[in-house]
């Protein structure tokens, strides 16, 4: 039985650390108060996120978290679920009005610990816009021995990115 849970225990700590949504949240938008908004993409708009992105859309519907204080938008939030190398990972996505990320932050890691992205790395993403820069031949520096992490990160931001400008910036 001690065989069994032994590796549990070794990746439990880092488990552990990662925060909740309503925590992430949070970290992102400090003092703000949250809507839940869904959105059900049409057709039109999901080809549009996709050619925007350069990545796939993984679904047409999608729950979005605007932050304001004091009745001002001050950014809004996408939780964005996608597969790592075999599992799953949920990134929060935190992006200022004007369709810059804020804040990259990982809320659930289904992979071996050992490819989770490292803060300092993330924090690359952190000011970054939609732009063909926005990649890992731009101004994202890989992630030696975590290349999938590294994909499925830049694509979310750009995802992310993407919808913003469709939800929010092309829709006024």
Known sequence: MIRVLAPLAFSLPLFATLPSTQEALALAFPGAQFTRREFVLSEAQAGQVKALAQVEVPGRWLVVYEARKNGTLVGVGFFDTH????????????LAPEGRVLRVEAVAFHEPAEYMAKEAWVKQ??????????SLKG???PLSGATLTAHAMTDAARRCLALHRVLYREAK
Not at 83 to 94: S, Y
């Open 139 to 141: 101004s994202i520096h």
């Open 125 to 134: 993403f952190e000011g970054k816009a939609l732009d063909p820069q926005l």
């Open 83 to 94: 597969r790592v190398r075999t599992l799953n990972e949920t990134l929060l996505v935190a």
